[in-house]
């Protein structure tokens, strides 16, 4: 970072950003845990696959992602012919680590009546490997329309997966991976802050640990929690996920006053994603300059990643009435 920053001295960076978006006809998008700068730059700032599905909308011939790698990953999946870019290709992410993709084959093959209801934070290799990839967001109404009795293995976030088992009652085979993020948060620190703000709500994202999530007030995606905390009536809000997102608060609602929850030490520097605190100003400058580091993919691979994706995109897309749910849209193995 330094040394990037050095051969870029006396640069106006925002500036050259600016000019290589148009020459290079790209869309930037930035996810909510990025750094205010990253954000305020980009043409879209949201959730991971709401990003990938409006830079596939677009014409732009590049997409500069700042967030991490499977982000990337699903950009390309999304767009095979648009080049993507990742300004620091080391982003990577503590769900898709905990979930090896040779290790979610076997766990896979040892379980042959489940289907493999997979988060979104995961690799390419084990999008191709899943029946059916979620988001936090799509995740209850995806699982409204598999039947009562498929077998069903969840990862590789083990707290969204016991978070929807918990609401929905179904019994899921849960892949033991957390959010490094999310599992920071401290009960104890939490508990003390609610008390020096009596009233004030706490908005949690599902990857938080169950005693985290048994505090909350409003559970959801971050995109929830944004909209949650924006039509609050409290002036006081506690925000129970990466801090970064309180950045779109603070500039939609600035009369309010957003409260990052705690880690262990009493403050919440923890629980900055440090993935997602590898991408900077100037690496996205460099990444449009160079075009590199590029996300490269094997078609069949892709091809494989997207039927899962596919799934997820068609089943999230339907309203799920009370005769709806159990109804057998997918035919698991």
């Not at 920053?5 to 640069?11: F, H, I, P, T």
């Not at 093959?109 to 029946?131: F, Q, R």
């Not at 039947?147 to 978070?163: S, V």
């Not at 048994?214 to 002036?235: M, P, Q, R």
Request: glycine residues 6%; proline residues 6%.
């Amino acid at each position: 970072m330094n040394v990037i920053a050095g051969s870029l001295r006396g640069l106006d960076i925002r500036a050259e950003i600016d000019r290589l978006r148009k020459e290079r006809n790209a869309v930037i998008l930035a996810h909510y845990y990025q750094e205010p700068a990253l954000q305020d730059i980009a043409d879209f700032v949201g959730d991971s696959l709401d990003l990938s599905r409006k830079a596939a909308a677009t014409d732009a011939d590049v997409i500069a992602f700042c967030g991490v790698r499977f982000m990337a990953e699903t950009a390309k999946i999304l767009s095979p012919d648009k080049i993507v870019v990742l300004p620091d290709m080391n982003a990577g992410c503590s769900l898709e680590d905990s979930c090896p993709p040779d290790q979610f084959k076997a766990f896979r093959e040892a379980h042959p009546h489940h289907i493999a209801l997979t988060y979104i934070n995961c690799s390419a290799e084990v999008k191709a490997l899943s029946d059916i990839i979620v988001t936090s967001s799509s995740a209850e109404t995806i699982l409204a329309q598999i039947p009562q009795d498929q077998k069903i293995i969840f990862g590789p976030d083990k707290n969204l997966g016991g978070w929807l088992a918990r609401k929905t009652g179904r019994d899921m085979l849960l892949w033991p991976g957390v959010c490094i993020v999310h599992e920071a948060f401290s009960e104890t620190e939490l508990l003390k802050l609610k008390a020096q703000h009596p009233g004030a709500p706490v908005l949690a994202h599902p990857e938080c640990p169950p005693h985290i999530l048994d505090h909350a007030d409003h559970v959801g995606s971050t995109k929830a929690i944004l909209d949650e905390a924006l039509k609050s009536d409290s002036e006081t809000i506690i925000v129970a996920t990466e801090p970064h997102i309180m950045h779109q608060m603070e500039k939609a609602a600035p009369h309010k006053q957003f409260i990052g929850a705690p880690g262990a030490d009493g403050n919440c520097n923890c629980n900055m994603c440090p993935y997602m605190a590898l991408n900077s100003m100037e690496k996205l400058y460099v990444a449009l300059r160079d075009l590199q580091p590029r996300i490269e993919m094997d078609e069949q691979l892709r091809l494989r990643a997207r039927t899962s994706l596919d799934r997820m995109l068609e089943m999230a897309g339907r309203t799920v009435g009370q005769g709806d749910v159990g109804r057998p849209v997918f035919a698991g193995a």
